[in-house]
């Protein structure tokens, strides 16, 4: 049973934008904050934005404030991230996550439920 899927990815070169989905199911979605993760190769995976329940609050990862745009739509179970002004250091695999609290939190503790993830290229 799939509770979170990905897509959106691909590749783009510096200054290009993608916009990522995560569609979740209702269960993990209704009630709890939605986050955005990144993993590139070889590294831990780190947090990007994150989004309260009801997308009233959200939080970014200082690296990409002011690029990045976390946003959910209630209607269709579903997050979004607007990334733009991409630069190589953007390069990993995205994962989504439903949280365990209706609050936007950077821990990656409070998630659970993680998707596949999708491959976000930039090239230089």
């Known amino acids: 049973q799939v509770q979170l899927q990905e897509s959106g990815g691909g590749s783009v070169q510096a200054g290009g934008s993608l916009r990522l989905s995560c569609a979740a199911s209702?269960?993990?979605?209704?009630?709890?904050?939605m986050g955005w993760f990144r993993q590139p190769a070889g590294q831990s995976r780190e947090f990007v934005a994150a989004?309260?329940?009801?997308?009233?609050?959200?939080r970014y990862a200082e690296a990409v404030k002011g690029r990045f745009t976390i946003s959910r739509d209630r209607t269709r179970d579903t997050v979004y991230l607007q990334m733009n002004s991409l630069t190589p250091e953007d390069t990993g695999v995205y994962y989504c996550a439903g949280a365990r609290t209706p609050v936007a939190t950077e821990s990656i503790a409070s998630y659970s439920g993680w998707g596949q993830g999708t491959e976000v290229t930039v090239s230089s």
């Open positions: 989004i309260g329940w009801n997308g009233g609050t959200t």
């Open positions: 209702r269960r993990i979605f209704s009630n709890n904050a």
